[in-house]
């Protein structure tokens, strides 16, 4: 069974471009988390997918945005790059939204780099 | 703001040693997590540890938790050059599964043949 994949393992981008990332869930899982990784801060909590519709997201700027598609897939979408938004973007999906103590599954990230 | 700190911020030892890796948080929890990441890549969960268990055992790891100090410990024992990730630990404190696991920074661990 494949796990979660991301596209496309590396972005550079230009300051004030957009950058699109894509992730596909495990087959079955209908919720899709993005996170973001930048240096020295940790994994941030972005955004949260569910059946379509965005469910919760974290403390970030408009300019980060997402959806989700029918067939779960994701897509991130971040408008007019800043510098500071160069980190690994990581995709997570799980099974069972809203419940507790379930487990997430991780893509490998999508490592977008701004000049 | 970060849930989970972790202590040590690096680790190195020798191979057959054993690790230990600690985290504190601040708020209550549903359940504890501790993740792998290799070379600045995907996050491999490691355990899930609730809320109402004190000890969780996985293979060569060794989880705890102590909710009345708000800390957990993972343990790697006989740890093995393979070992070599970060190692992070996630705090879920919500009614909304994931949209609130909460990450710390992670300890650096190098395991050394």
């Known amino acids: 069974e494949a796990g979660v994949t991301q596209s496309p393992t590396h972005l550079i981008k230009t300051r004030g471009q957009q950058a699109t990332l894509r992730c596909s869930p495990i087959s079955g899982h209908t919720s899709v988390y993005w996170y973001q990784q930048a240096l020295g801060l940790g994994l941030q909590f972005l955004l949260w997918y569910d059946e379509g519709e965005e469910r919760n997201r974290g403390n970030f700027p408009p300019r980060f945005s997402g959806r989700q598609f029918p067939n779960y897939s994701s897509e991130l979408n971040v408008n007019a790059l800043e510098l500071e938004d160069s980190a690994l973007y990581l995709c997570a999906s799980s099974l069972l939204p809203g419940q507790k103590n379930t487990e997430a599954f991780f893509g490998q990230g999508t490592r977008l780099t701004v000049v | 703001s970060q849930q989970g700190e972790e202590d040590p911020q690096a680790l190195s030892i020798q191979e057959g040693e054993n690790a230990t890796m600690n985290c504190s948080y601040k708020?209550?929890?549903?359940?504890l997590q501790w993740y792998r990441q290799n070379s600045g890549r995907g996050l491999v969960h490691l355990i899930l540890i609730r809320s109402n268990e004190r000890e969780k055992h996985s293979g060569r790891l060794r989880v705890t938790l102590d909710t009345s100090k708000k800390s957990s410990s993972l343990l790697i024992t006989a740890s093995r050059a393979a070992d070599t990730a970060s190692y992070f630990c996630?705090?879920?404190?919500?009614?909304?599964?994931?949209?609130?696991?909460?990450f710390g920074k992670g300890t650096m661990l190098l395991v050394s043949p």
């Open positions: 708020t209550s929890i549903n359940n």
């Open positions: 996630a705090t879920d404190a919500g009614l909304r599964g994931y949209s609130t696991l909460t």
